[in-house]
């Protein structure tokens, strides 16, 4: 377990997963406190709540602002859970700081802003406070890197990543779409930073939610922070995707935790049978893959030779429709398939056009 993990939790007095929970928004102290003595019950021990709220459109609920603070005193006062808060600039920096808030974190919109994160940066210089970083709206890792760099530079001890999902127009089942890869590559490249996901978000609907955490959790997320609220129907933001407490209830104690630890000897000699299997595949498909590109080479310098075009749109299309139709026959999905096409013919589109350049 990675030392910031585990200070965390000895300070929480608690295992791993890290389960933070609480509603989209502050409402009213009202709201705040009754559904943070529902959530101590089931026993969590971090309570969030937005207090000022980046809205895609004006005139929707942007928070309550800075009397949210008292309110979330108020929630730790009574129920002893540390309190976090989304900031944004610095100004709403200074507020958390001088109310002494146990937590914050940075949203999806303000990660994808280097000035922004910068100046947070800054004004938390020599503060010791967690500070979990949500990854940015946009699928780049590289920004989500970089606004983790910034508060490692500014010397902040307890930095922890939050995967909420990637803005897809048009995404369908969820959201905010999951690119699993994107945070598996970030505990690749900083192992040290804890890894929680944020499923309410990803999912944008409830009945997603417990899907999307079972497998964040399967693939070894270090914990989970999960939206909900007293009342759902009655939320001023993202009613649809919050959790009652009596349902988070439910999926915590129905999420099942798998072991990282391979234990049963049995188990783990026919694991490594069938991966020897999947290492010889990988092999051949490597090979497959030269082949192919050697003849794209040739295709290339007759293209050349020829005074023809790389791209011919019927050809792609029907390499397209042809191998989707044969790949879905064997039960891979439309999206791998579409994916996995693209790279092979982009890359041959990559050779044939340094065909074409050469020696111009
Ligand atoms: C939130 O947690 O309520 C929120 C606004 O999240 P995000 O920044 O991930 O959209
Ligand atoms: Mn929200």
Same mark, same amino acid.
């Given at each position: 377990?990675s030392?910031?993990?585990?200070?965390? !939790?000895?300070?929480?007095?608690?295992?791993?997963?890290?389960?933070?929970?609480?509603?989209?928004?502050?409402?009213?102290? $009202?709201?705040?406190? !009754?559904?943070?003595?529902?959530?101590?019950? #089931?026993?969590?021990?971090? @309570?969030?709540?937005?207090?000022? %709220?980046?809205?895609?459109?004006?005139?929707?609920?942007? *928070?309550?602002?800075?009397?949210?603070?008292?309110?979330?005193? &108020?929630?730790?006062?009574?129920?002893?859970?540390?309190?976090?808060?989304?900031?944004?600039?610095?100004?709403?920096?200074?507020?958390?700081?001088?109310?002494?808030?146990?937590?914050?974190?940075?949203?999806?919109?303000?990660?994808? &802003?280097?000035?922004?994160?910068?100046?947070?940066?800054?004004?938390? %210089?020599? =503060?010791?406070?967690?500070?979990?970083?949500?990854?940015?709206?946009?699928?780049?890792?590289?920004?989500?890197? *970089?606004?983790i760099?910034?508060?490692?530079?500014?010397?902040?001890?307890?930095i922890l990543a939050?995967?909420?999902?990637? @803005?897809?127009?048009?995404? $369908?089942?969820?959201? &905010?779409?999951?690119?699993? $890869?994107?945070?598996?590559?970030?505990?690749? #490249?900083m192992?040290s930073i804890p890894l929680?996901?944020?499923?309410?978000?990803?999912? *944008?609907?409830?009945?997603?939610? %417990?899907?999307?955490?079972?497998?964040?959790?399967?693939?070894?997320?270090?914990?989970?922070?999960?939206?909900?609220?007293?009342?759902?129907?009655?939320?001023?933001?993202?009613?649809?995707?919050?959790?009652?407490?009596?349902?988070?209830? %439910?999926?915590?104690?129905?999420? #099942?935790?798998?072991?990282? &630890?391979?234990?049963?000897?049995?188990?783990? =000699?026919?694991?490594?049978?069938?991966?020897?299997?999947?290492?010889?595949?990988?092999?051949?498909? +490597?090979?497959?893959?030269?082949?192919?590109?050697?003849?794209?080479?040739? +295709?290339?310098?007759?293209?050349?030779?020829?005074?023809?075009?790389?791209?011919?749109?019927?050809?792609?299309?029907? #390499?397209?429709?042809?191998?989707?139709?044969?790949?879905?026959?064997?039960?891979?999905?439309?999206? @791998?398939?579409?994916?996995?096409?693209?790279?092979?013919?982009?890359? !041959?589109?990559?050779?044939?056009?340094?065909?074409?350049?050469?020696?111009?």
């Amino acid at each position: 377990m990675s030392i910031i993990l585990d200070k965390l !939790s000895s300070d929480l007095n608690t295992n791993s997963p890290l389960i933070i929970a609480g509603p989209c928004s502050a409402e009213s102290q $009202q709201q705040l406190l !009754s559904t943070a003595y529902s959530l101590k019950e #089931i026993g969590i021990k971090i @309570f969030r709540a937005g207090i000022w %709220k980046p809205r895609t459109r004006p005139n929707s609920f942007e *928070g309550v602002g800075e009397i949210g603070l008292e309110w979330l005193k &108020n929630v730790r006062l009574e129920t002893n859970m540390k309190i976090m808060t989304e900031v944004a600039n610095p100004n709403h920096l200074d507020d958390i700081l001088k109310n002494d808030i146990d937590m914050i974190w940075i949203g999806a919109r303000t990660t994808g &802003n280097p000035f922004a994160v910068q100046e947070i940066a800054n004004a938390l %210089k020599g =503060v010791d406070i967690p500070v979990f970083v949500k990854n940015p709206l946009n699928e780049d890792l590289n920004l989500w890197i *970089g606004a983790i760099e910034r508060f490692h530079n500014s010397d902040i001890k307890q930095i922890l990543a939050i995967h909420r999902g990637f @803005f897809a127009y048009g995404s $369908q089942k969820y959201r &905010n779409i999951p690119q699993w $890869q994107i945070p598996v590559e970030l505990k690749r #490249i900083m192992p040290s930073i804890p890894l929680l996901c944020d499923p309410s978000h990803i999912a *944008g609907h409830r009945s997603l939610v %417990k899907e999307v955490s079972q497998t964040a959790l399967d693939l070894n997320f270090d914990g989970l922070m999960i939206e909900s609220h007293i009342n759902p129907s009655e939320a001023l933001s993202d009613k649809e995707q919050q959790l009652p407490t009596n349902e988070l209830k %439910k999926l915590l104690s129905n999420l #099942i935790l798998r072991e990282n &630890n391979i234990s049963d000897d049995d188990v783990a =000699v026919s694991l490594k049978g069938l991966r020897s299997q999947i290492d010889s595949l990988d092999l051949d498909l +490597i090979e497959i893959l030269i082949k192919r590109m050697t003849i794209a080479q040739k +295709i290339g310098l007759k293209k050349k030779d020829n005074g023809i075009t790389i791209l011919q749109p019927e050809r792609w299309e029907y #390499i397209l429709k042809d191998r989707v139709l044969n790949g879905k026959k064997g039960g891979l999905s439309n999206e @791998f398939l579409i994916l996995l096409l693209r790279a092979i013919h982009q890359e !041959s589109i990559n050779i044939q056009t340094n065909i074409m350049n050469r020696n111009l």
